[in-house]
């Protein structure tokens, strides 16, 4: 369903630049899109791709536009109107409403008007799927789970019994919601378990990526709060708490009981570890560890970069021996004082 | 099924203080709980809680019983009795047995008494699955699996051709058992697969997290010993032994061929490399990194924990020059020592 | 299927020492190996297995030979002959050809002769599953999907709309292809979705391990060419291209439109940040973390391993203040040399 210019420039509050009846139907990169695509500039670090697009229009912004070689979609925030256009070029594949003859739900769920589930998914008793809510191939949901309306679950979504999700969530394929936290009483040499007997509760327009698990809580909920996005491969342990707006990459892991403030942003593979307490507005970079609770918005970090192997092994070597190197800096500012001293002692005399 | 404290005190041998005709019918933290809800103090951490419970009582040791403003039951193990009160109250959920009509059981394979089959589940040819065992929706197990009584699969769980598992595991949403192991051999340029011909075999009273992988052995088996507990997202690889009351926590890893001892401990995300073997009782803290084996049991560490962004990037930069950094110490001592060479031949004459 | 030494000799081009009439029928450890078995020494860490072998006849170097008690297959390259014999001796399981009757396959898709589909399987419309693929039990394919011949679906994998996948590829239990990227731009305090309309093109003779995620591009498509080999819980962001013949190990993983280059090798956990170009011939050492694009062939490293715990403290309290230990060695350098600049003046006088 092409779209012309001016319909965009429209809709989005751009500033057009060019001939208003050309009409774009996808969009695409500076450099492979086509003239039925519309591009946009949001990294400079593209920006010398820009003379040379195909584009149809480029969204960019006032700075970009003198640079600009065909027809430009003029806003101060091209990233987030690019979203837009996108979404409306490639609107999520519509669903046809129903249950699959090859599905099976359980006594007392009640689907919402226009909700979907698909072939070979598995729906327990007495949940509440919300209107036009999809359920892919392949999903678990087990008994008295609430789903919100328009949310979409992928194929082989797994949520487990009791569980509530809001409205306009995403969940991606392999997901796991409210399998048993981690909880075992030592005794005696051997490990007890502790019945996991709290829920998940997930609030709206949150997306979770693929193969991701977060775990029901201990004894209360665990809570993901409105507008989270988590990536794939992420663990998110019992009775955590992720604050509103917060985003996690990749591999990275929250552990048990740790609370993670709003408008945070996690990178890939950073974890955090238990019983924490993160305020508000923190950045943790690639990769980093985080141990003590932080009080304070900013941005932490705790990876080392890779080096060649020979420099990196000369370093790695030597911090087997970093407190011995410090403490023989200490003896030689001793000695190189007490030499002073004396010098001074000498000079005295 | 509510209970009184005074059941709860003879059948895990408390001493009871109070009113035990109290009926409780749920476990409670020491904030959240009501007076239908029995709570527990484990952790001193929680000790400022006690005063203001509001449950019907709280499970703690001796020494906290004055701060206690409500019934108590006295134990020299508060959390253990905590989890075998949790779990009288909180029972797994009793699931009807005999085979879902949506569910496909292959020829040959025997169901003992009491189990059940989930809807959308798939099982192989030759199984044995034993008596009161649990086999979740949409679950794959393979041909010739063996399971032991009183296993419970949760949903979406895959076990591969000939795996054996023990009696009373519990396997979470996503575990995969005995996909092959990553063997290649390098034949100019490309990479020839090396079978993966072994088996997986998991013990008794193993429990196995969400989206955890466990790699069939390369020729032998990868084994899980008795009473492991292995968190979400963990990857064991082919032919590791993992000893008996093991814990791995989250996103932890293990390499091919490497053996863990027994009561070991590996915190989330700490990874062990190939072919190691690590003995019994040796504790793995958060993130490390174990590239050697280990014949002493203790306490390894291997994690930089993350700090401001600025004064991380300040030390990580000296970091790549610490090698120069050492040999600029080294020659500043042999400057001193040669200096006060010269000084004492100086004194001297 | 037993298969005589003769036999094995001749197809893969051994010299053969011992009587060629033994017949075996399964490969095995040095030590494992019993009579019916052949072996082989391709680690020297296994030489001193070597003389108590039971095994029929052991695959190995013409320099070992003289150590070996029983029957031999001497070749330069025992890996790769024994993944041979091994795969002659263990063929992949043949799987009866056709659609079993609880699968579902949508309206369009077409498969090739010998095509087998699982139990409680999902295809979509449109699809084209070679000639000879398997898709496993519970295996979920979106519409418009491409897999090429031979290729095999272990059980409880997810292909999503439009990826394709070449042929005599291998995916593992819990493969996600094609969920959508982790993309979207901020807009005042909230997150709005880039839509992810890319693909995901995956090359011939690629294996991808179980629960590894690897998603869709964002516009253009997430590519893994030819000959790749991906072990379990990795993951593959958007738009990232992995070259031909490249190996990643267990819970590595590659950030968002990351080329990496051809015949690599990144070791278990290892990461590679976003957007960045690593060449060809390149390997990533355990855990390791690349920050930045990497052009010259070589090894890479940047993990520390694992201390006793006291010894690590010690060091990592160190690391803490290491720029400031930098600072104050070179403030004795600078007293140092001005002692030295004094002494000279001294001399001098």
Redesign the interface.
Known sequence: MPVTLRELAERFGCELHGDGEIAVS????LS?AGPDAVSFL?NP?FRRQLGATRAAAVILEERYRGECPVASLVTP?P??T???V??L??PP?TVEPGV?P?A?VGAGSVLGPGAAV?????IGAGCRIGAGVVV???C?I?DGVEIGAESRL???V?V??GARIGERC?L???V?IG??G?G????G???????Q?GGVVIGN?V?I???T?I?RGA??DTVIED?V?I???V?I?HNVRIGA?T?M???S?V?GSTRIGR?CMIA????V?N?LDICDDV??????????SIDAP????????????P?????????????A??E??RA??R??AR??GEQEQDDEQ
């Open positions: 996808r969009v695409g990169t492979g949001a670090a925030k990233y987030v690019y979203a837009r996108a979404a070029l490639a594949r699959h090859s099976v698909g072939p070979q998914a598995a892919g191939a392949g678990v087990g992928a194929p082989r797994t487990l019994e995403i991606h394929p392999g796991v399998a048993d981690f075992f009483a030592h005794d040499g051997q490990w007890v378990k502790i019945p007997t327009d997306e990526g693929a193969n698990t775990d004894i209360e507008g996005k990536d794939n491969l663990q342990a707006h985003v990459a990749g591999m892991g552990a408008r890939g593979g950073a974890v570890s019983a950045v943790i970079t690639i990769r980093s560890i985080v141990t003590r900013g941005t932490y970090s705790g990876a080392l970069p890779a080096e060649v192997a420099e990196w092994r000369r370093n790695a070597v030597r911090f087997k021996h970093l407190d190197l410090a023989r800096l030689v500012e000695a190189l030499r002073a």
